[in-house]
């Protein structure tokens, strides 16, 4: 990697959504804030890299700088993941870690009930990240602990550990009234602490949930005629307002009410995953209006013309 700033992908500072930012020849990070009403207009130039591995504050540049494939959500090469995941808790492979971890229960939509476990000193960061609408706190204690409280959940009440992208996004658009979801996540609360086998070492927590509705915007996403963003290739141009944000996704508003030969969907809103737009150098604009591809419901639109898009501070 070469001179500028790369994006990093999706980060959120407290409740407010942003994007990351590198330079790696300084070795310096920045953020950016992406509230509701924040213009865009950028465009993704040169070639999409491998990010390397970050491991708490350090971060080792990918050594081959490998080009990676626009369309996918992961910045990393096989070589770099792979290093990543040789001492991870998510992929198994860190169970000496000493700290404190949470396990909890997320509420994604109507039967989208997950239980996860995050490090205690994130706070509800991972709840965040992950788009979870409700949750609750389930207990907390050492790793392997909570690890086998995850697993119980999942034998014993069949309750998922993951959920794609495609199933929360269709969720968001019919989601029931908060005292709903609510109840839901109480539900499985009680049943989980009911379980034979729960580890002595998990000190459980009382049942107190916590819900997204405002942090996410979640009144702001239209119901129905959301486009999704499929990919980027080198040029591709981002024009419009930010409308919402929910864990990686972006919801923007498209300036031009029609995005590139994809279309932005009826409602004039596209959502793209943050993540792709991790491993690129992202420029101002030059067009008025989204060129990249955008999924719709059918098919139209034209590439438009207008005015030069104007940033709003990103760069």
């Known amino acids: 990697m070469v001179g500028g700033w790369w994006c990093?992908?999706?980060?959120?500072?407290?409740?407010?959504?942003?994007?990351?930012?590198?330079?790696?020849?300084?070795?310096?990070r920045r953020r950016s804030a992406l509230p509701a009403g924040k213009e865009l207009a950028f465009a993704v130039?040169?070639?999409r890299r491998c990010l390397g591995v970050r491991r708490g504050?350090?971060?080792?540049?990918?050594?081959?700088?490998?080009?990676?494939?626009?369309?996918?959500?992961?910045?990393?090469?096989a070589d770099c993941a792979r290093l990543d995941r040789s001492r991870s808790v998510a992929a198994d492979t860190m169970a000496d870690d000493p700290r404190t971890y949470g396990v909890?229960?997320?509420y994604f939509g109507p039967d989208l009930l997950k239980v996860g476990i995050t490090a205690a000193e994130r706070g509800a960061a991972r709840l965040v990240e992950q788009g979870a609408i409700t949750y609750a706190w389930l207990g907390h204690g050492p790793l392997m602990a909570a690890r086998r409280a995850e697993a119980l959940l999942g034998t014993a009440l069949d309750v998922r550990d993951r959920f794609g992208k495609a199933e929360k996004r269709a969720a968001r658009t019919a989601l029931p009234p908060v005292p709903e979801r609510a109840a839901a996540l109480g539900e499985l609360h009680g049943a989980a602490r009911g379980l034979a086998g729960w580890p002595e070492?998990?000190?459980p927590a009382a049942f107190a949930w916590t819900d997204h509705t405002e942090v996410f915007g979640l009144e702001r996403i239209p119901a129905a005629g959301v486009g999704e963003v499929e990919g980027l290739v080198a040029g591709d141009e981002v024009v419009g307002a930010v409308v919402a944000g929910v864990g990686a996704d972006v919801y923007v508003r498209d300036a031009g009410g029609?995005?590139?030969?994809?279309?932005?969907?009826?409602?004039?809103?596209?959502?793209?995953?943050?993540?792709?737009?991790?491993?690129?150098?992202?420029?101002?604009?030059?067009g008025g209006v989204?060129?990249?591809?955008?999924?719709?419901?059918?098919?139209?639109?034209?590439s438009g013309e207008g005015a030069q898009g104007a940033q709003g501070s990103l760069f």
């Open 8 to 28: 990093t992908g999706p980060s959120w500072d407290g409740d407010e959504p942003g994007l990351g930012w590198y330079a790696p020849e300084r070795g310096v």
């Open 45 to 47: 130039v040169g070639e």
């Open 57 to 77: 504050a350090r971060w080792t540049a990918c050594p081959y700088a490998a080009v990676i494939d626009g369309g996918r959500t992961r910045d990393q090469c």
């Open 104 to 106: 909890y229960l997320a």
């Open 201 to 203: 070492a998990l000190e």
């Open 258 to 286: 029609a995005g590139g030969s994809g279309g932005a969907g009826g409602a004039g809103v596209f959502v793209v995953d943050g993540r792709l737009l991790a491993g690129w150098v992202l420029c101002g604009a030059v």
């Open 290 to 302: 989204t060129t990249a591809r955008v999924r719709a419901g059918g098919e139209g639109g034209g």
